[in-house]
């Protein structure tokens, strides 16, 4: 069996049944990344576009290796310093690049919907790598491969999203995919962080990170990005780290046998301390490995792939 | 070719003189000047008229010329969307006989010589057409417009719509200044600092999508602000296009305190709502004030009903389509309506029952000639035979190909609408013909 979607745009409507393959298949990828050699021959022949119109050096060096490793030929584009910056449409821009004989495009983009916008008039297979402030699919997936890992399972345990939740695509993308699979979900944040009606999404919603933390097995520290105290939502960052950094006092709050996650690049000292960031429970450096794998078998499975 | 006489058969609906009956309409020298419900005329008469000199409008409506006071035509400045002309075919296509455009033109009209351009090029057009002026120098929000000097050369009323006013100030010496002249100072009403770099309603659907939201206090801290304004100053506010429940709530309320306000509501508001933009992004929903939710929609069809939103005005805004086909947060706000306003209306409004013809009727023709002074939005003897025929059952598809708009950036695409224009009349002539 395959999977039910052609693009991977977001996990909002993936079914668990995908997800699951997905997971199930990120199980046998990471098994080959383990190996002496590596690479494995699935997508021989077929060419990835990684396009990347927001700079995320983290996320393409991830889907590079993961092509690379299954033997697809790859090419990169940065809309930095290319026609793009020249006023070339997305549009435009794709159909050159499609008139290349491209397989599959894997894209960045600053614009909510951006790879939904492709759909309607590409051929290829789409893979949004993070669309603004909406989703970011691959990470959300290898969040969840990372917790699952851990623990054998998804259904049942308590997570927790701490931060800015208002312009991650990471929570969103993590909440749409953990619901789906069962998990109970809490948001955290400053109030002026969190969105609007974020409670309808079915998540529990903190502004007291101690309150959020208790009893949960699970803590995923988002990335503060510094300009949210310049754009007036939050009146010092070491406001911010007294109410909502994750420090080792806090996590006598989690459950026994708790995780800590964070996307990355982390700011030390800021939402999250040196000695959690480094700490036994924390699978930071894990998730990163996950990444590739969870990669790998996303571009597996939507070139036609089946579980094995 | 033979002047129109008489129009007979037909349902007439004249909200203007609380109307709603079978009568024909007789026409001498562009005015109406007899309406009568007895049959004077029999079919013999009718057969040795000239053809042109007679419409059959058995199982139509005649109308009151339709008036769409909030139009953008584009013309000076940006004729490749829209010039004065293209805009006023597509108005008769869509039933109107008067429309009024906006002035955030190139140059802005905000002068004599732009608003005596915009006349000397709507006397080719099919339709009457009105200059709006800017309330202030090229709608900058700092020095009043010539406002004596404007509304000598004929412009009906003011506004900065699309470039709000944000000081309060100039919006107090707008009202003081233009009660000298007795025409409505006409508000977008948006607090910018508010909406921010907001590209959609914000509420559920913007958290999920993670959407920069345009609030809707943005709009009500604006309403309430020109409210009271207007009541300190005796000034005469008309609001464009209003789009949430509270807005409408201020303005009943206000309405109650005998302050001089007036508003409208887009066939787009009454129509859609922001959940919509989930479905594919299209940029065809992307308009300012921006869509809101279902509550929203209820809220403007009862204000609609019980006359707290006075009209309905297109705010037909041309765009290209490469400007419309790129991701959603770069293209710009605005929707195409001349050519779907009535469909639009009838299909949401009164095929789903709550609105009756005489009431959509006085709000697309009556109230916005009451609201300027518009010798036009009746059919009583000595009007103008501005006449709109309507075929309420007709059934059609939007085709934006076919649209005598220049542009195409409509959300209706493809769908089907109940109700159509079928004769557009203007001055006893006969300017749109769809039978
Ligand atoms: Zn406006």
Redesign the pocket.
Known sequence: MGLKINHLLGLENVSREDIELILNTTRSFREVIERPVKKVPPLRGVTVVNLFYEPSTRTRLSFELAEKRLSADTINFAAKGSSVAKGESLKDTVRNIEALKIDMIVMRHSSVGAPHFLTKFASSTIINAGDGAHEHPTQALLDMYSIHARYGKLDGLRIVIVGDILHSRVARSNIWGLKTMGASVAVCGPTTLLPQEVEKMGVDVYSDLDEALHGADVVNVLRLQRERQQAGLLPSLREYTTLFGLTRERLKLLNKNYTVMHPGPMNRGVEISSEVADGDSSIILEQVTNGVAVRMAVLYLLQGGEEN | MARLKVIAGGQLVDPSADIDKKADLYIEKGNVSRVETKQLLTTEDLKQMEPGEFIDATGMIISPGLIDMHVHLREPGKEKLETIQTGSEAAAAGGFTTICCMPNTTPTIDNQETVKFILSRARQAPVRVYPISAITKGQKGKELAEIGEVVAAGAIALTD??YPVQSAEMMRKAFDYARMFKIPVIE?PEDLSLSGDGVMNEGYTSMRLGMKGVPFVSEEVCVSRDLLLARYTGGRIHF??ISTAGAVELIRQAKKADVNVTAEVTPHHLSLTDDLIAEDFDPNLKM?PPLRTETDVRALIKGLLDGTLDCIAS?HAPHSHESKDVEFDLAPNGVIGLETSLGVCSTYLIKEKHLKWTQLIRAMSTRPAQILSLNAGSLQEGFPADITIIDPGKEWIVNPERFLSRSRNTPYAGQTLTGKAVYTIVDGKVVYKDV
């Open positions: 719509d699309g977008h464009a296009h300012s705010d």
